[in-house]
């Protein structure tokens, strides 16, 4: 699985985007699929996933309410819908696929990523 993140770019607080995460290969849609950020300096940490069929969602708490994470798999593309930004969103975001159908925190679990779409939230 190939995956190509965009739709990053700069915000005011307060505002909103839509990260997209279109995906090559025919595994897509029997794939958990995630987004996760890196901020300068930081680790990167888990912000939301999905499982194939988009049942099952999860989100890391400081999200919550303000993300939305979802899949078209007829598109073989995953969405992270980011509302109320907040300047301590700004990172780098990437999506990544897991190596089997289910959800996962974890990044051990994921097998592909992509490379990247920055997102700057100004105050």
């Known amino acids: 699985v190939q995956l190509q993140a965009s739709g990053g770019g700069l915000v005011q607080a307060g505002g909103s985007l839509r990260l997209s995460c279109a995906a090559s290969g025919r595994t897509f849609s029997s794939s958990g699929m995630g987004w996760f950020r890196q901020a300068p300096e930081k680790e990167r940490e888990f912000v939301a996933t999905i499982s194939w069929s988009g049942g099952t969602t999860y989100y890391v708490d400081s999200v919550k309410g303000r993300f939305t994470i979802s899949r078209d798999n007829a598109k073989n593309t995953v969405y992270l819908q980011m509302n109320s930004l907040k300047p301590e969103d700004t990172a780098v975001y990437y999506c990544?696929?897991?190596?089997?159908?289910?959800?996962?925190?974890?990044?051990?679990?994921?097998?592909?990523w992509g490379q990247g779409t920055q997102v700057t939230v100004s105050s």
């Open positions: 990544a696929a897991v190596r089997g159908p289910y959800s996962s925190s974890s990044r051990d679990a994921y097998a592909y």
